[in-house]
C-alpha cells in the first residue's frame, strides 16, 4: 500500500513504523511512545496523523501549544544549535500522488538533494516528475545561489534527470 503511494500512503508508513516502534519498546518496558508533532502540524489534514491517534502516540508539543515557530525561538535561546534548521519531510512527498514509489526513484531523489546541500542550498526540495524530470523548489536566500551555481546545479543534476526546472515561486519555510 505504501508503494503505490496513493493519498493515504503516510497513514499506512506511520502505521507500519510506529507499531514496529512500540514492539520493540514495549519488548523494554516502554508502553508510551512520544513524537515531536507541534501545534503547526495540520492532524486532520494529514493521514498519517490519523495513524499517530489510532496507536495512541503522544505529541505533548502539540498538547503544549507549542508552534514550530515557538520551537525554533526556545530552541535558540537555549543555544541548540539546530534552531533554524529546515523542517525534512520524508522522500515519498517528492513524488507525485498515484506514481508507484521505487528505491530508484527515492535513491535519485535523495542523490539530487544530496548534491544541492553539498552545494551550499539550505531550504529547498526536489520535486520528481514524469519522464525524468525535477521541479526544484528554492527559499527565497537560495534563488541567488542558484544564479551563482547554475552550471555546476545543472551539471551535478544531469545524470540524474532528463529535465531541471526551478519553480519561481519561493517554497515557504516549514
Known sequence: RIQANLEDRCYYCKTHVFTTI??????????????????????????????????????????????????RR????AGIFT??????????????????LSQDVLDVIEAAEGIL??????????RYLKNKSTKIELSETDFSLLCKKR????????PYFNHIMVDLKTRVYE
Open 151 to 158: 552550471k555546476q546545479v545543472l551539471q551535478e543534476l544531469a
Open 117 to 126: 546541500f553539498d552545494l551550499g542550498f539550505v531550504d529547498f526540495r526536489c
Open 22 to 71: 512500540m514492539q520493540i519498546a514495549s519488548a523494554d518496558g516502554y508502553h508510551v511512545l512520544y513524537d515531536g508533532t507541534n501545534a503547526s502540524d495540520q492532524a486532520h489534514e494529514r493521514p498519517g496523523m490519523r495513524a499517530l491517534r489510532e496507536l495512541e502516540v503522544r505529541s505533548p508539543l502539540q498538547l503544549a501549544g507549542l508552534t514550530k515557530e515557538d520551537i
Open 74 to 77: 526556545l530552541s535558540q535561546a
Open 83 to 100: 534552531w533554524n534548521k529546515p523542517s525534512y519531510s520524508c522522500l515519498a512527498t517528492r513524488v507525485p500522488t498515484g506514481t508507484p
